[in-house]
């Protein structure tokens, strides 16, 4: 768990920073610092989403897993998480912070570094990747604090939930996540990340994170794929 907590404190310290920073930063930069964090994010969910080895699965996984999170309703639970916690701890009114929080937790956990990091932390007590994370997480937060305020600070117990429990059940995770699953969660991870930078250039309001089920069902269908061709070779020779 070192690396998740190393993390947590690089989030905490940044997002200090931003808003301590942020009232003193013109509103024109702040848009300006999300601007750059947006294309940061975009260029970032390519290069992820293109090492897909197989465009069908990504598709159906975004398909499939972003239908099951509308019927969960993840999007609008996180939304009403980040308002609860508006209500309970921000000062302000009018604050962004569950667009903060939501956004934060997004991007500070999905993506190939948190699942990989962890699993590395977890088995073999080795968090060099997540301190690799930590420093980029440090600079993000400071941007996303000082145009979103305080619900980046609420975004570390996201980290703590989501790498933390992929560090403990990492005994589990690391069997069954081949190179090939790996692959394509973080091709859907990527595709996700595109999603989250979309949000913050302005341009589309898309609910990212009904889609959070594509990074199980992106794996779950690229280990389905060998046992479907073999069926269908069986009923089709």
């Known amino acids: 768990m070192t690396g998740t907590f190393v993390n947590a404190a690089a989030v905490v310290a940044g ?3 931003g808003m301590a920073g942020g009232s003193r930063i013109p509103e024109s930069a702040r848009s300006l610092v999300l601007s750059g964090l947006g294309l940061l ?3 970032i969910g390519t290069k992820m989403a293109i090492g897909t080895a197989n465009e069908l699965v990504l598709l159906a996984a975004i398909l499939a897993g972003g239908l099951a999170g509308h019927a969960l309703g993840l999007a609008r ?5 980040g308002d609860s916690l508006q209500k309970r701890f921000a000062t302000g ?3 962004r ?4 929080f939501v956004t934060a937790s997004l991007v500070f956990c999905v993506g190939p570094m948190t699942v990989l990091g962890s699993i590395q932390d977890g088995l073999s007590g080795d968090y060099t990747l997540l301190a690799m994370k930590s420093m980029l997480d440090f600079f993000g937060a400071i941007g996303f604090a000082a145009g979103l305020g305080a ?3 609420a975004a570390v117990a996201t980290v703590l939930v989501v790498q933390g429990g992929l560090t403990l059940g990492a005994g589990l995770f690391a069997g069954l ?3 090939p699953l790996v692959r394509e969660m973080t091709a859907a991870g990527g595709t996700l990340m ?4 979309l949000r913050l250039l302005d341009l589309k309001r898309i609910p990212v994170a009904d889609f959070l089920p594509a990074l199980v069902v992106a794996p779950a269908l690229t280990a389905a794929v060998p046992h479907i061709k073999r069926a269908l070779a069986v009923l089709w020779p």
């Open 15 to 17: 997002a200090a920073i």
């Open 41 to 43: 994010t975009l260029v």
């Open 194 to 197: 595109l999603g989250i930078g």
């Open 77 to 81: 639970r996180l939304d009403a998480l």
């Open 151 to 153: 619900g980046v600070m």
């Open 177 to 179: 996540l081949t190179d």
């Open 93 to 95: 009114g009018g604050s």
């Open 97 to 100: 912070f569950s667009e903060g």
